[in-house]
């Protein structure tokens, strides 16, 4: 009989997995289905990660840095004390009853009349009752004014109207307001009440005036009068700015005025302004020398207060140019008022202008030729010579000249007069000749 060898099942690669009874069966069979939501298993081992070693350990973990750790502290105590401090006051809030809105019995408030504007005769006067805590009134209280013994309103305590007094005081003085509460709530409150007296508005126009000037009159307009008045019946309602002609450069209100029935309020100004002044210098001529620089002079104010003390400083002049000519004008360097009433003028922007006279110079070495007499008076010159004096740099010579002698007569050492000497070059106009006396013969 042939014996056949069987061979061994082949084992089904996944997982195995017992039953109830302790039977293997494959991991496929009887599966349970997945329950919506759960986790899927798989065949695959999950890896635990390991936690970190302690400090110096094997696969050890750096902590964080000290710095990120000191700021987190911080932060943590900053938090706790904000939080603590909130608290705190929460609490001394609380204890002073802050918070506490609701009404109380009226015997638990206390109360006061408060004036909301200034009490005058002849204007309203609003005051007003309050309390320093909400008040629980009866519905039946009622609140009465009385002033100077007089009743003169009632109200209930939840009508804000009733809360409040417009009144007009009979006169100026003292007067006494006290206010009741009447029903089964009681309540009196009393204070007296200085009225003053009625008060008028003048507002003036502003106005200007220049230093020295007397006072503008005062243009204005009041309002406030009481009992028929009228600007022109009340006496002394003579207004005028707080200044006069001496007062220094700057800005006067209105004086006060003291009238006996009337408080006055008083507005506008009046603008005082530097006075304008010339100023005028000795001796601002010179020769000419080459240069634009003035000569140095003495300064005077025209149109000053008598008595002020002011003048004029400057450090330097100088003309226009440096050429010779009349009426040019002169130009200073740091023109400045000093004194101590300097700051209420200004100088008027005067031009100061001086002169520059030619400069005198002289024909040196000119030569008249000796002649023959021949009945004329010609003469012709040996040399025109040269001019001294002229400043150096600056470029002339001598142009045309001409002479004549004195007469025609012969003799020696004749008198010969020069008609004409021409200066010629680009400075010639700031200069003028002085002429020689030549002498020559005129022989037979």
């Not at 939840?158 to 006169?171: A, C, Q, V």
Request: aromatic share 6%; charged share 30%.
């Amino acid at each position: 009989m042939e014996n056949k060898r069987k061979s061994a099942p082949k084992k089904e690669s996944g997982a195995k997995s017992e039953n109830s009874k302790g039977k293997r069966t494959p991991a496929s069979a009887g599966r349970q289905p997945e329950k919506k939501g759960a986790a899927k298993k798989t065949g695959v081992r999950k890896t635990v990660e390991k936690k970190p070693a302690a400090k110096g350990g094997a696969g050890a973990v750096n902590p964080a840095p000290n710095g990120e750790a000191a700021v987190g502290v911080r932060s943590t105590l900053t938090s706790v004390v904000l939080w603590t401090v909130i608290f705190a006051i929460a609490l001394m809030l609380i204890g002073l009853n802050v918070f506490n809105t609701r009404p109380v019995p009226l015997e638990q408030a206390v109360a006061s009349i408060n004036v909301e504007n200034e009490a005058r005769y002849g204007a309203e006067s609003r005051l007003t009752l309050s309390f320093d805590k909400p008040v629980d009134f009866d519905k039946e209280t009622e609140i009465v004014w009385i002033v100077d013994g007089t009743e003169v309103k009632r109200g209930a305590p939840t009508d804000k109207d009733g809360m409040t007094l417009s009144h007009r005081f009979s006169s100026v003085g003292g007067h006494n307001v006290t206010v009741k509460a009447e029903g089964k709530d009681t309540l009196t409150v009393s204070r007296d009440i200085d009225v003053k007296k009625p008060l008028l508005t003048l507002t003036a126009r502003n106005a200007r005036k220049t230093y020295g000037e007397a006072n503008p009159d005062v243009i204005f307009q009041v309002s406030g009068f009481v009992d028929g008045d009228t600007q022109d019946s009340v006496e002394g309602l003579e207004p005028r700015f707080d200044a006069d002609e001496k007062s220094p450069v700057g800005e006067y209100g209105v004086a006060a005025l003291t009238l006996d029935k009337y408080d006055v309020a008083v507005s506008g100004k009046l603008t005082v302004t530097p006075k304008e002044i010339s100023i005028a210098a000795e001796n601002l001529t010179k020769v000419y020398d080459g240069s634009d620089a003035a000569p140095e002079t003495e300064f005077s104010l025209r149109g000053a207060v008598g008595g002020d003390d002011v003048s004029v400083v400057c450090g330097s002049a100088k003309f226009g140019d440096k050429n010779a000519g009349v009426n040019k004008k002169v130009t200073f360097d740091g023109l400045r008022l000093a004194g101590k009433d300097a700051a209420n003028y200004r100088l008027d922007g005067t031009t100061l202008k001086g002169e520059i006279l030619p400069k005198e110079i002289t024909l040196d070495g000119a030569e008249v030729s000796d002649k023959q007499f021949d009945g004329g008076r010609a003469a012709t010159f040996k040399s025109l010579g040269r001019f001294t004096g002229v400043v150096e740099g600056d470029e002339i010579s001598v142009g045309e000249v001409s002479a004549r002698f004195e007469n025609a007569s012969a003799g020696k050492g004749k008198t010969v007069l020069i008609d004409k000497c021409v200066i010629q070059g680009k400075d010639a106009a700031n200069y003028k000749v002085k002429l020689p006396l030549l002498k020559a013969d005129i022989n037979n």
